[in-house]
């Protein structure tokens, strides 16, 4: 027989940064703009201003440049302003519709003092930014860093739609044209949040830093799941609450597309989407992350939160000012840290796949990669998560919680559950955690295991597992109107308050 190919050598993980720190003065550092000592040797993001971007043939970056001098006073007036450098053939009618729900002080401050320092962000874009912008690759951990000023400039650009489009593997365009264009109550709810952003960053530029980690499950991090002997940490589960709100400190799940940002540059409107547009720093991920692949994961930390919000799915609106910012870290990044996961999705005819030990080990150690401290902290804050691959997803509720808590053990973190109103998933899964006291990964995997096969038969799998462990099967909870189930990669989902 052919002997087995040997697995290809992962490259060292490597760190970039766009800046220089001048002062490192806690609460007041002072930045510079880092230059290129020599040509690059890694791809990186194609800026408007570099001379390979054109548009119909004439260099694109002159073209932007007095277009955004031209002064604009209505959705007409901006759209003449970008079909000067790009291809904007629809209407602003979502700009419309919000401009015919603000009374008229709001709409002219709009067009006399936010859209003219959004466009002197975009034009600052060459001195904000001086050296090439790495992409973070998919199958390379790597890390980048950038301050907050220069992801203002990036995202005034978006809003401009000075980016190009067609982007292999990653989100097609780095634009907030749909937003400006289709005419819905998520692009309006879209469009106050970032209008939001821009004037409490015009207000106050904040001074800080963003850290992009792309992380990739190396055979040393690999978990044995089977054989592990560490001992099921402790979970907290709630029906109450939502993870952005109420859990301050934590690691914070976000239920990410493999394309990360997943709809929220369209129509989306939900878990992930919803995050990247209170806190819209978060966006510039989607112009360096390639698509992810099964064993990684993507940490972002220090983005803003600007905006309280209400509302999910087609009922999601801007609410208001989220004033409140966390202290800084060393680096000068807020305190504040999200860990991209793609589930798998078996929504449709492929729902019972899951049941499939080979999904479960997926599952397992893509939560395991975006759990695990990319510093090695030994005692790591808990992770927030909830129903992480459920609802449009088709993923199981019982099972992904099982997997996370087995993952978060393994990662030394405590998880806090949020079930969102999911009351009869609160009551199940804190009885099936009182059974667990003492309980080690690999017992607990094992369980899982043979419960698989079962299940097929209509038992309940926490019912399954409990069996395992020497506990009588609990019936099912009796069914009941009040309590509402809010799977968070659903989008059909609406409810005023989550």
Request: with cysteine; charged share 20%.
């Amino acid at each position: 027989a052919a002997a087995a190919a040997a697995p290809a050598e992962i490259p060292p993980a490597i760190h970039y940064s766009l800046f220089n720190v001048i002062d490192n003065t806690p609460g007041s550092p002072v930045f510079e703009p880092r230059e290129d000592a020599e040509p690059p040797t890694f791809r990186f993001v194609r800026f408007p201003f570099h001379d390979t971007e054109q548009f119909r043939g004439k260099p694109k970056w002159p073209l932007i440049q007095e277009a955004l001098a031209t002064p604009v006073g209505s959705p007409a007036d901006l759209l003449a302003v970008m079909r000067r450098y790009s291809d904007c053939r629809r209407d602003l009618r979502a700009l419309d519709s919000l401009c015919s729900e603000l009374d008229e002080e709001t709409v002219a401050a709009l067009f006399s003092k936010t859209i003219p320092f959004i466009a002197q962000l975009a034009l600052a874009l060459p001195t904000a930014i001086r050296c090439h912008m790495p992409l973070l690759d998919a199958g390379r951990e790597a890390s980048l860093s950038f301050t907050q000023y220069q992801a203002a400039c990036l995202l005034a650009n978006a809003f401009f739609n000075t980016f190009g489009d067609n982007r292999a593997d990653f989100q097609s365009c780095f634009t907030f044209r749909s937003w400006l264009c289709d005419d819905c109550e998520g692009s309006i709810a879209k469009l106050n949040c970032i209008f939001h952003y821009f004037r409490r960053v015009q207000a106050q530029m904040p001074n800080g830093v963003l850290t992009f980690h792309r992380r990739i499950l190396t055979p040393d991090l690999t978990v044995t799941w089977d054989t592990c002997s560490k001992p099921l940490r402790g979970a907290t589960v709630t029906s109450e609450g939502r993870i952005e709100d109420d859990a301050p400190g934590m690691l914070h799940a976000d239920f990410a597309n493999m394309f990360i940002g997943g709809g929220v540059l369209g129509h989306g409107c939900v878990q992930e989407e919803i995050l990247f547009v209170i806190k819209p720093e978060l966006l510039v991920s989607m112009l360096v992350c390639q698509r992810m692949r099964y064993n990684e994961a993507i940490f972002m930390t220090g983005a803003q939160r600007f905006s309280e919000y209400r509302g999910y799915g087609w009922s999601f609106a801007w609410k208001g000012d989220h004033p409140h910012v966390p202290p800084r870290d060393a680096q000068h990044r807020l305190l504040t840290q999200a860990t991209a996961i793609d589930a798998l999705q078996f929504a449709g005819e492929g729902d019972m796949e899951q049941w499939e030990k080979g999904s479960v080990l997926r599952e397992l150690n893509k939560a395991l990669i975006g759990f695990l401290s990319p510093t090695g902290e030994e005692s790591p804050a808990p992770i927030a998560t909830g129903k992480w691959g459920c609802g449009a997803f088709g993923g199981d509720a019982h099972l992904k919680a099982l997997i996370q808590l087995l993952a978060a053990s393994a990662a030394d973190r405590h998880m806090r559950f949020f079930t969102f109103n999911d009351k009869a998933l609160e009551t199940d899964m804190n009885l099936i955690l009182a059974l667990l006291d003492g309980v080690t990964v690999a017992d607990l995997y094992k369980a899982i295991l043979r419960a698989l096969p079962a299940y097929f038969s209509g038992r309940r799998l926490f019912e399954l597992v409990a069996e395992s462990f020497g506990a009588q099967p609990q019936p099912p909870p009796p069914p009941t109107t009040s309590t509402q189930t809010l799977p968070l990669d659903d989008p059909s989902t609406q409810m005023d308050e989550m």
